[in-house]
Structure formats: structure tokens, C-alpha cells
Nanobody, 123 residues
Framework: QVQLVESGGGLVQPGGSLRLSCVAVGRIRSIYSMAWYRRAPGVQRELVADSYSDGNIVYAASVKGRFTISRDNAKNTLYLQMNSLKPEDAADYYC?????????????????WGSGTLVTVSS
């Protein structure tokens, strides 16, 4: 089992920056995909950025060039550096993980979600 714990959300002015963190808790050896999603009121949940264990990264077009996803595999921690924030970036941000390999050698194909961290962009 895996628990995802996010932190770093808050209120920021347009043009400002925030850094989100997500720690995956469990007896985890590796995680294939760790990603950030977001959901704004009245809007469907959307992928923000996805980071794969092979180094591949995918960004939503709306955040490319402003957001940077990174991960510390030794700490099973995912980050999202958000710069040049816009009001339309305001949302609940969720950490997502799938493809977990445990130190026991077992593999878990289930998807895991954090409880979310709120980002508010307003002057």
C-alpha cells in the first residue's frame, strides 16, 4: 500500500511562484509514474505533468515553460515548481502514482491519489 502526502499549496499573487511536494509513503522501491493533476471548480480534472522512472516527462500545454516537475527517487518524493502563476492555475492539485515496486519484490499496478493541496492565485 502507498500513501501520497502533498504539501506546498497556498495563496500567491499572479506572477508568483509555489513549489508543491508529494511524498510517497510505504515500503517502496520504485514508482513508474508520478504525476500532478489539478481540478478547478467546474472543470474536469486534468493532467499537469507526469514524470516517469525512465526520465520521460510530459507537460500539459498550458503549463509548459512555467512549471517544472521533478522527483527524488531515493526519497520517493515528487515536486512541482510553479512559476509565473496565473489565475487560471488556481485549483486543487493532486499527486498521482502508479506502477509501484516494493522492496519485497512485489509489483502493484494500482493507481494512488493524494488528498490534494489547494493553490489560489489572486491579487
Amino acid at each position: 500500500q502507498v500513501q501520497l502526502v502533498e504539501s506546498g499549496g497556498g495563496l500567491v499573487q499572479p506572477g508568483g511562484s509555489l513549489r508543491l511536494s508529494c511524498v510517497a509513503v510505504g515500503r517502496i522501491r520504485s514508482i513508474y509514474s508520478m504525476a500532478w493533476y489539478r481540478r478547478a471548480p467546474g472543470v474536469q480534472r486534468e493532467l499537469v505533468a507526469d514524470s516517469y522512472s525512465d526520465g520521460n516527462i510530459v507537460y500539459a500545454a498550458s503549463v509548459k515553460g512555467r512549471f517544472t516537475i521533478s522527483r527524488d527517487n531515493a526519497k520517493n518524493t515528487l515536486y512541482l515548481q510553479m512559476n509565473s502563476l496565473k489565475p487560471e492555475d488556481a485549483a486543487d492539485y493532486y499527486c498521482h502514482a502508479r506502477g509501484v515496486t516494493y522492496w519485497s519484490g512485489g509489483y502493484d499496478g494500482a493507481e494512488y491519489w493524494g488528498s490534494g493541496t489547494l493553490v489560489t492565485v489572486s491579487s
